[in-house]
């Protein structure tokens, strides 16, 4: 995630309005967003932690690895090489494209690793944020 852009708010609050989300929460880095969409009480406010939007920060690269996430709401694409378990990738690749609205965004791998499990098919819609793949470090 590039940063709290204008559109990456605009983009949290139709997503979190369409779903019914009382509350939308994003932070990146020192960077935060709150908002309240309603004054009103909703059902999900038993547990206000539970329906609160909150944005994935970039992937923690460390010792036990790293997650490929959805930068954007689409369906999976692949790539030239598709994702594949025991995949080796390289940090700044491309391993995979989300398209939305017939735009492909890339889905970039932060670190070098070997993929070591896929949680999504290519073909199959994606939140924002979700998680892909998991990595383990080289």
């Not at 959805?70 to 989300?98: M, Q």
């Amino acid at each position: 995630m590039p940063g709290l852009d204008p559109e990456t708010l605009r983009h949290a609050l139709n997503l979190a309005q369409r779903h019914g989300y009382r509350k939308v929460r994003l932070r990146e880095g020192d960077m935060r967003f709150e908002a309240v969409l309603s004054a009103q009480d909703g059902p999900w406010d038993e547990d206000p932690e539970v329906r609160e939007l909150e944005t994935f920060e970039e992937s923690a690269v460390n010792d036990e690895g790293f997650v490929l996430t959805a930068p954007v709401v689409g369906y999976l694409r692949e790539v030239a090489t598709p994702l594949a378990v025991g995949r080796k990738v390289d940090a700044g690749e491309t391993v995979a494209e989300i398209v939305a609205l017939g735009l492909a965004n890339d889905v970039v791998s932060p670190a070098s690793g070997e993929v070591v499990e896929l949680l999504v098919e290519p073909g199959s819609p994606v939140e924002y944020g979700q998680v892909l793949a998991k990595v383990k470090p080289l």
